[in-house]
Nanobody, 113 residues
Framework: QLQLVESGGGLVQPGGSLRLSCAAS????????IGWFRQAPGKEREGVSC????????NTADSVKGRFTISRDNAKNTVYLQMNSLKPEDTAVYYC??????WGQGTQVTVSS
């Protein structure tokens, strides 16, 4: 069974950091194009960052560029999203996605003082 499981979300103060994990089972993440997305209440889901299966190249949305970093650990079959200098507007449910097909259940990130 192909499955993605996100973890690492939580409540953090503005300026703080979190690292989200996206662990895969049933398939190898490094064979797939992996993206992190987020959806805030009342807003559409938006892409945050992605990593290519071919060469590991990454792309990051302008809104989080310089603060968020995507990476992949093939040995752990896990993709990470390191989030630094968090802002209240980063509050959302964060999802990982494989090749536009498989979605995880999401993890809540709340940035608030």
């Amino acid at each position: 069974q192909l499955q993605l499981v996100e973890s690492g979300g939580g409540l953090v103060q503005p300026g703080g950091s979190l690292r989200l994990s996206c662990a895969a089972s049933g398939f190898r993440l490094d064979f797939y194009y992996i993206g992190w997305f987020r959806q805030a209440p009342g807003k559409e889901r938006e892409g945050v960052s992605c990593i290519s299966s071919a060469d590991g190249s990454t792309n990051t949305a302008d809104s989080v560029k310089g603060r968020f970093t995507i990476s992949r650990d093939n040995a752990k079959n896990t993709v990470y999203l390191q989030m630094n200098s968090l802002k209240p507007e980063d509050t959302a449910v964060y999802y990982c996605n494989a090749e536009g097909i498989y979605w995880g259940q999401g993890t809540q990130v709340t940035v608030s003082s």
